[in-house]
Each structure stands twice: as structure tokens, then as C-alpha cells.
């Protein structure tokens, strides 16, 4: 025979109990969260379900039976196919039209009903939904609960004269659950402060500071760029969007004393030369110590990649340190990408773009799992694995009339745990671009430190 823990273990599986950290409608903070719907999709657990339900019970003592809406509907179904008790069914709502009716089926005045709920907390839905049912004439003298949430509604509803029958209790739960090693002391310890109606504090996740990332992140660029980083104390990322050599190498030359790296876009210089551009460019980087990044985002198939990596006018493969690349080819498309580093474009900064949630986790998957890339480009949090590159930063504007959107250094340090922040034309476009670079890498290392 099963018991009644092993029956419990087969319904844990099934997801109906999630424990981290969960905000309740109420606002207040749960170390716990119970959604029992999951039960009603394996027949084979809801027909059980139903059976430990009816064994609790004096069955003599009842008419029908009703389940609070919508999440004990099918678990009454099944027990009034199990029991043969007729069952009602309890509108949400009251129809609007036609017989404006609350209850559905076949009762009359006098009868007495059983009371199918999911989940007891304070008890509130029971003690609306049974005068809904008083209403109709029909007496209510038993609920039965599959989990009592230990938060006070069993006892409010007994001391109302009603008899509470519950199946499990989330303390036994829990008790189950660190036995068979799926909770920890610490996390029934919480859950046990958490009923005794303590606020329960959760430790917040501490972002990593650079030395803790030089521990974690081993592509040879991402060392260098941290280095760099925690050396000029900056972590600021000067986007050069100018479109002749000599505004671009002026522009390095007065703000490479503050910058861990230089973005090009190399493709929009009006008179690129290789000789004129790139070899003095190259003498500044190591002049000023920094990288350069070509924000080439590649995006198509793997060998086409690869010619315009090596290939063409701009022959990026010799002289960048890193660039940038989206993933949307998949996995093998990045492997062209030998001896530099690539930043993957997890999500874009624009107005009405496409990278929502379930691409820019696929596109973390590839960034995590392939060697050549240390980075993403995202306006939001990445895995500490990865180095956080964040563009769209200005101090002075929301928005380029373009489709770009701006947020603050502090919003890219402390809410997206950012490693580095871009800034274009907040700094090039500057009078003074020398001394815009100084602003924002004081601000920017500034919201580092806070968010640490
Ligand atoms: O999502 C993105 C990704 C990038 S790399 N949004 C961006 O703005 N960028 C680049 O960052 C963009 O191509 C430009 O070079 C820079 C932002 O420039 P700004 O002038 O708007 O600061």
C-alpha cells in the first residue's frame, strides 16, 4: 500500500510546490509558492487525489458536493465520481443574464453540501464563497482542504462552526521534503519562521565585483579588459560613431586615459585606411591602454562570417581585440571568431525590438556554452559567467528620436549588474568630449561601487 507520503512525493513532481522567493498578491514576501492545478492534469494522481479526500470524511452527512472556483473544480469532480455525490458547481460570477443564478445543477432548499477547496491560507475565499452557497438554501457544515498553508484560515473557519478537514499541512510538507533531501535545514528553518508570521529576510544575491569575475571569466579578453578596469578604475566603453579617421583618432586620443575599451564601427569611416587609421589607432591603444572593439555584429551564417571577419576592406580579424556578434545563426556560426574575443548581442537597447525573453534566453545558452565568447550586450542580467556589456547609456537624454532609449549608469550597475557601460554620443558629441568621458567614467565607476 502507498502511503500517504509517497503519495505526496508523486504530486511533488508534478511542480505544485515551488520554494525561493515569491511576492503574494498581498505584497508580502513567500518563501513558499502552492499552485495544486498541476494535479488535475494526471488523471491517474486527481482519481488518488480524490479518494484520500472522501477517506477523511462522514459521507453520510452530505447531499452534494461543490468546489471553490477554479482550481478545486475538477478535484470535486472526481470525488463525486468516486462517492457518487451529486456535484454543483459554484459560479465566479453571477450570470448576467437569464436566471442570474450562483449555483449550477440539481440541489434543493435544506440540503447539505460538502466544500472542495485547493489551498487554505487565511481562509477569506471560503468565508465569501459559503454565504454565496447559504444563500441558495443549502446548509454548509464541512470544507475539505488539500493543503492548509498554516496561515490562520483553518482556525477563523472552525471557530465559525465549520469542520476543517485537511489532507496535508505545508510543515508536513516540508518535513517530507527535507527528508527525501530537496529542502535544506536553512530553508525549512525560513519556511517555519515564515508561518509563525515573521517577515522572512532573504539574502540578496551579491553582484560580482571585477577581482571576483578575473576568478570566473578565463577568456583571455575578458581578463584583460578587467584588468584594465580595476587598474584606470573605469569602466566605461567609449562608442566612437565618428565618420573620418582623424575625428576618430582625436577622439581616442582624449579620452583613451579614461576608457577600458574603444567601439568602432569601422564599416562608417568615410576614409578608412588601413595604414592611416588603424596603425595610429593601434599606437593609442597601447599608448592609453585599452582594447578595441569592433561592434561589427556579425549575423549571418558561419563561413560567410568568416570572410567578412578576415576579408574585405576592413580586414577586422587583424587588428580588433574584440567584436561583437549576434547569435541568431546558432552555435557554430561563432567558431570562425579565433583570437579575439566575442560579445554576443543578447538584447538590444531600441525602441520595439525583438530579443523578449525567450530569445535572449536561447541566445544566453549559446553565449555561455561557446569558448570564443566572454560577453553579452543586453539590457538585462546575464549569468555571472559572462561579462555584462551595457549601450544606451546617457546622463543627459531618455531617448534619440530614433527608436533609442537611454537609461543612467546608475540603472546599469545596479539594476542590471552591468561590467561595462557604452556611451556614444553622450561623450563624442560632447563640447568638451575629454571631459564628458571623465563625467561618465567617475559616474559610472561610481554606480559600480554602489551596486557592489
Ligand atoms: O542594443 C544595442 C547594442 C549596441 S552595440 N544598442 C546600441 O546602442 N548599441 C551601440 O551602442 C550602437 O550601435 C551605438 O554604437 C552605441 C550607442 O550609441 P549612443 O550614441 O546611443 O550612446
Avoid at 471553490?68 to 443574464?97: C, F, G, N
Amino acid at each position: 500500500m502507498e502511503t500517504k507520503k509517497e503519495f505526496f512525493l508523486e504530486c511533488y513532481k508534478l511542480g505544485i510546490i515551488k520554494f525561493g522567493r515569491f511576492t503574494l498578491k498581498s505584497g508580502i514576501e513567500s518563501p513558499f509558492y502552492v499552485d495544486l492545478r498541476p494535479l488535475a492534469s494526471d488523471p491517474k494522481i486527481l482519481k488518488k487525489l480524490a479518494n484520500y479526500l472522501l477517506d477523511m470524511l462522514p459521507l453520510d452527512n452530505f447531499d452534494l458536493i461543490c468546489g471553490v472556483p477554479y482550481a478545486a473544480l475538477p478535484m470535486a469532480t472526481a470525488m463525486s465520481l468516486e462517492s457518487y455525490l451529486p456535484l454543483i458547481i459554484k459560479r465566479k460570477e453571477a450570470k448576467q443574464y437569464g436566471t442570474k443564478k450562483m449555483l449550477e445543477g440539481i440541489f434543493t432548499k435544506g440540503q447539505n453540501c460538502l466544500l472542495v477547496e485547493d489551498v487554505i491560507t487565511s481562509g477569506t475565499s471560503l468565508l465569501e464563497t459559503i454565504p454565496e452557497i447559504e444563500n441558495e438554501g443549502i446548509s454548509v457544515s464541512d470544507i475539505v482542504v488539500v493543503l492548509d498553508r498554516q496561515q490562520g484560515g483553518k482556525e477563523i473557519l472552525e471557530s465559525k462552526g465549520f469542520r476543517v478537514h485537511t489532507l496535508f499541512t505545508i510543515s508536513e510538507v516540508c518535513e517530507m521534503l527535507k527528508e527525501e533531501g530537496h529542502l535544506t535545514d536553512d530553508e525549512v528553518e525560513r519556511i517555519n519562521d515564515f508561518l509563525s508570521g515573521n517577515v522572512v529576510r532573504f539574502e540578496e544575491e551579491k553582484r560580482l565585483s571585477y577581482e571576483e569575475k578575473l576568478e570566473i571569466c578565463d577568456h583571455t579578453v575578458a581578463q584583460k579588459l578587467l584588468q584594465i578596469a580595476l587598474e584606470k578604475k573605469s569602466n566605461l566603453i567609449v562608442s566612437a560613431d565618428v565618420t573620418t579617421t582623424k575625428e576618430l583618432l582625436e577622439l581616442a586620443e582624449k579620452v583613451g586615459p579614461h576608457i577600458v575599451a574603444l567601439k568602432t564601427h569601422i564599416d562608417i569611416l568615410l576614409d578608412f585606411d588601413a595604414d592611416q587609421t588603424i596603425l595610429p589607432l593601434k599606437d593609442l591603444a597601447q599608448k592609453y591602454n585599452f582594447l578595441i572593439m569592433e561592434d561589427r555584429k556579425f549575423a549571418d551564417i558561419g563561413n560567410t562570417q568568416e570572410l567578412q571577419f578576415a576579408y574585405g576592406t576592413y580586414k577586422i580579424s587583424n587588428w580588433a581585440d574584440l567584436v561583437t556578434a549576434q547569435v541568431i545563426a546558432g552555435y557554430e556560426s561563432l567558431d570562425c571568431f579565433r583570437n579575439v574575443g566575442v560579445v554576443a548581442i543578447i538584447g538590444m537597447s531600441s525602441h520595439g525590438n525583438l530579443t523578449d525573453q525567450n530569445y535572449r534566453d536561447e541566445a544566453t545558452k549559446i553565449a555561455l556554452s561557446h569558448p570564443n565568447v566572454f560577453g553579452g550586450v543586453s539590457q538585462n542580467k546575464i549569468p555571472n559567467e559572462l561579462l555584462l556589456f551595457t549601450p544606451g547609456v546617457n546622463l543627459a537624454h531618455t531617448g534619440d528620436g530614433k527608436g533609442q532609449q537611454y537609461n543612467t549608469p546608475e540603472h546599469a550597475f545596479t539594476k542590471l549588474e552591468s561590467d561595462f557601460i557604452i556611451v556614444g554620443r553622450g561623450i563624442y558629441k560632447a563640447d568638451d568630449a575629454e571631459q564628458s568621458a571623465l563625467t561618465y567614467k567617475i559616474a559610472g565607476w561610481n554606480a559600480y561601487e554602489a551596486s557592489l
